[in-house]
Structures are given as structure tokens and as C-alpha cells.
């Protein structure tokens, strides 16, 4: 059984680091209320701007068959967008989003990958340290995202990643990110970015008569760069909304854990030191009763 000193020095050691952990609680959580503010307005934004777009496309397939971003190519090189967190601490957070990429990559791109056609472009350091792990291969990493993380930002690496589709260097592009649904959940997500794949009205949805200006074409042209935009900087806010929420949970956990130890130590401590005491005392008595006889 562990000495007095021992079991003093583990409960010193636990004391701390539930204050660390509850401190990081506390800090995601708060990081937390505002990435989800800002995910829960912009998602009606996109959504709309995206039913706007494919109602536009029902009615106008020729001109949008046009645009450089709905050019269907034969599957061949591929970019896979992968976006996770720069820190750790977060529970399966970055481990299960590196896992969906890669199960992406051996199900819907096995022959691109057994080709050395299927590349990554990485958003997180966790993400990219599993995925160089697994072999695969790692092109560009833009971890410094999450320090200037505003639209602008986000929409010029869009616009680099929309650029390499254009000029012809990638077939396809993939996101791969969590989705953020509340604290506790994050959904493993899958999306093609590019090239843009335009719904069909299946009677499904409700679509408006709209009124064009200055033509329909124009627009058409405007809006899709925009809403891919859009879309990503939507994908990076769920990501980072996500992490919050799986680092706020899991420093939770951790809090309560320590705290669970600290009372099975403390009582651990407590029977010692009583045993200590005893022990003590029955020597004492056995002194005493040794001088006197």
C-alpha cells in the first residue's frame, strides 16, 4: 500500500489538475457561445443563398453548364480539404475526422489513390499529424487560419482552392470537416466542393418567380463563386465551433473524473493514516507494558 507521502503527493498532483482542466472548461465554453452565435446566423444566409441558386439553375441549365465550377471532369486528381484543430485535448475530435477522410479517400477515391492521385490540404495540426501517419500524402497546411479567423481570410484560401480547380490542377475537391449539431455532438461530414453539383427540382422544394436584374446570366455567374464562399467559411465555423464544443465536454469529463480520484484518494489517505495511528499507538501500549513488567 502507498505511504502517507505518496498518496499526499498524487492528491497535490489531481488538486492541480483539475484546476487546469476546469479552467480550460471555462474558456471553451466561452469560445464556445460565440462560434455558435456566428454558425447559427450564417447557416440561414447559406441555406438560402443556396435554394436561390438552385432555383436560378432549374430554369437556366445551358448557362450554368457553362461555368468554369460545375465542369463535371472524369474522376482524377483529387484535393481533399481536411479541417481540424491546431491543440489537442478535445477527446476523439481530431482522431474521428481524420478517420472519415481516410475512409473517403479507400471507398469513393480508391482507384485515384492507388494512382497517387489523391492529395491533402490540411486546416489543423492534429488532422494533418494523423493523416501523414496514415501515409497519405499532405501538399499544403494552412494552420494559421485559426489565428486571423475571419471571412476574408477564409474566402482568399477558398478562392486559391476555386482557383487550382479552374486551372485544371484537381478533378475534384472534397470537404471533410465536423459539423457541429450541440456542446456534446459533432457529424462527421463529407461535402464536394467543387465542381458544384446543381440540385434538380424533384417537386420537393418551393422555388420563386424571380425578377432579374441586371440579367439572370450575370447573376448566375455572381452568385456561384460567392456561395462556394460561402460554403466554406460555413465548413471552417462548424469545425471550429465543433472543437469548442468536444474540448469543453471532454475537459468536463476530465474534471469529474479528478474529482472522482480525489475522494478515492482522500478516504485512501484517510484508512492509512488511521492504520498509521493504530500502529503507533499499539506500539506505545507494548512499551509501556514491556517496561512494566
Do not use: W
Not at 474566402?155 to 457541429?180: C, P, W
Amino acid at each position: 500500500m502507498a505511504g502517507l507521502k505518496e498518496i499526499r503527493t498524487r492528491i497535490a498532483s489531481i488538486k492541480t489538475t483539475r484546476q487546469v482542466t476546469s479552467a480550460m472548461k471555462m474558456v471553451s465554453a466561452a469560445k464556445l457561445k460565440k462560434a455558435q452565435d456566428a454558425i447559427l446566423q450564417i447557416r440561414p444566409y447559406a441555406n438560402k443563398l443556396h435554394q436561390i441558386l438552385v432555383s436560378i439553375s432549374s430554369s437556366l441549365q445551358d448557362d450554368v453548364a457553362d461555368s468554369v465550377y460545375t465542369v463535371e471532369r472524369e474522376p482524377g486528381k483529387t484535393l481533399i480539404v481536411l479541417v481540424s484543430s491546431n491543440r489537442g485535448l478535445c477527446g476523439g475530435f481530431n482522431l474521428n475526422i481524420a478517420k472519415k477522410a481516410v475512409e473517403l479517400v479507400h471507398t469513393k477515391y480508391s482507384l485515384q489513390y492507388q494512382k497517387g492521385e489523391v492529395e491533402f490540404m490540411c486546416i489543423g495540426k492534429q488532422g494533418e499529424r494523423q493523416i501523414r501517419l496514415r501515409g497519405m500524402k499532405v501538399v499544403e497546411s494552412h494552420h494559421e487560419l485559426f489565428d486571423n479567423f475571419d471571412f476574408n481570410h477564409v474566402s482568399q484560401l477558398a478562392e486559391a482552392i476555386m482557383h487550382k480547380f479552374t486551372a485544371g490542377e484537381f478533378d475534384r475537391i472534397e470537404l471533410v470537416y465536423n459539423q457541429f449539431l450541440n456542446a456534446a455532438t459533432q457529424m462527421n461530414t463529407t461535402e464536394q466542393f467543387l465542381p458544384v453539383e446543381m440540385e434538380q427540382d424533384n417537386g420537393s422544394s418551393q422555388y420563386y418567380d424571380y425578377i432579374f436584374e441586371p440579367s439572370i446570366e450575370y447573376i448566375v455567374k455572381e452568385i456561384i463563386p460567392r456561395s462556394l464562399k460561402i460554403q466554406f467559411y460555413k465548413a471552417i465555423l462548424d469545425s471550429y465551433a465543433a472543437e469548442n464544443g468536444a474540448r469543453m465536454t471532454a475537459m468536463h469529463q476530465a474534471t469529474d473524473n479528478a474529482t472522482e480520484l480525489l475522494k478515492d484518494l482522500t478516504l485512501q489517505y484517510n484508512k492509512v493514516r488511521q492504520a498509521s495511528i493504530t500502529s503507533e499507538i499499539l506500539e506505545i501500549v507494548s512499551g509501556a507494558e514491556a517496561l512494566n513488567g
